[in-house]
């Protein structure tokens, strides 16, 4: 049994590696391949580790990937790295060839400088663009938020909250509808029966030094 597991690995590893440079690979305690008419099946249970190229993806339990449409699937204690992120959730689902990953229940991104926490949070890597939806909570710096749905634009730097939006900045607590986080100005817009109350010890700064700070009703 062990050279059979031994014999799918190996045809695994090369049939993924289309050049030196590319890592591909999936390990586990126990590794099964199943041919199907769709095409190739690959599942490993026990210590669950997949490498495709800058990616990387562990869990527990157990790891499906489905070569021929690049779907994935991973249950149990599931912690995704790629690049400057990392990410866990107790399941994960996805596309490898679309940099598609769905973190599912008590899932968690965190950043260089920042971290989301939701029930369920949806990472499209193509499109440099995070959704947080259930639960949402935003940590940025010196910022706090939850809302009903937090939507990141990495290429952008534009943060939008949506939904029962309350948090607090510097001190000072706020509420609204929505909100908008822009990164490279430090600005926040709040909107939608919105409130902004103030610290009373905070010392007052002179406007032009100080991150701007909207409130639109």
């Known amino acids: ?11 695994f590893i090369l049939a993924l ?3 030196a440079s590319a890592v591909r690979e999936l390990n586990g305690d126990n590794l099964e391949f199943e041919q199907t008419e769709q095409g190739q099946i690959f599942t490993a249970t026990g210590n669950v580790e997949l490498i495709y190229d800058q990616l ?5 339990d157990e790891g499906i990937y489905r070569r021929y449409n690049g779907e994935i699937e991973f249950r149990n204690n599931v912690e995704l790295f790629y690049q400057e992120f990392e990410a866990e959730a107790v399941e994960l689902t996805g596309n490898l060839e679309a940099e598609v990953f769905h973190l599912i229940e008590e899932a968690e991104v965190r950043g260089q400088n920042s971290l989301l926490r939701a029930d369920k949070i949806d990472i499209y890597r193509a499109e440099d663009r995070i959704e947080v939806r259930g639960n949402g909570y935003l940590e ?5 938020a939850e809302a009903d749905q937090i939507t990141y634009h990495l290429d952008q730097e534009l943060i939008l909250l949506e939904g029962n939006v309350r948090g607090e900045r510097n001190g000072e607590s706020f509420s609204s509808q929505s909100a908008e986080i822009d990164q490279q100005t430090e600005e926040v817009q709040l909107r939608g029966q919105a409130t902004l109350r103030f610290s009373e010890d905070q010392e007052i700064q002179d406007p032009e030094s100080s991150d701007s700070e909207t409130v639109e009703e």
């Open 1 to 11: 049994m062990q050279k059979k597991i031994l014999f799918f690995l190996l045809i």
């Open 17 to 19: 590696t289309a050049n």
């Open 140 to 144: 940025y710096n010196d910022f706090w």
């Open 56 to 60: 990387r993806i562990t869990a527990a």
